[in-house]
């Protein structure tokens, strides 16, 4: 962690600048996504770690082919939109 706080400045649209020090030390890079948390003076942001979703649907489709699971396009959006639709046909 830094040695020395360094002071940042909401700007008119809210936004904050990290400071560089800081950036670098947490390997922090544009379009890096954060929650954020607040409570009284206090502001917490946390590095949101998102899935890699390609390699996701590679382990369903293994997941599918060893069980020799076969679903066409058309099953995979009329499921799709059931589930969003809440009536899933196959509960």
């Given at each position: 962690?830094?040695?020395?706080?360094?002071?940042?400045?909401?700007?008119e649209k809210?936004?904050?600048v990290?400071?560089q020090?800081?950036?670098?030390?947490?390997?922090i890079?544009?379009?890096?996504?954060?929650?954020v948390?607040?409570?009284g003076?206090?502001v917490?942001?946390?590095?949101?770690?998102?899935p890699?979703?390609?390699?996701?649907?590679e382990?369903i489709?293994?997941?599918?082919?060893?069980?020799g699971?076969?679903?066409?396009e058309?099953e995979?959006l009329d499921?799709?939109?059931?589930?969003r639709?809440?009536?899933?046909?196959?509960?």
């Amino acid at each position: 962690m830094a040695q020395e706080p360094e002071v940042a400045t909401v700007s008119e649209k809210g936004q904050i600048v990290i400071p560089q020090s800081l950036r670098k030390e947490l390997g922090i890079k544009p379009r890096m996504k954060f929650v954020v948390f607040g409570r009284g003076d206090t502001v917490i942001m946390k590095r949101l770690e998102l899935p890699d979703v390609r390699k996701e649907w590679e382990k369903i489709f293994k997941v599918m082919d060893k069980k020799g699971l076969k679903l066409s396009e058309r099953e995979v959006l009329d499921e799709v939109t059931a589930v969003r639709r809440g009536s899933r046909r196959n509960k």
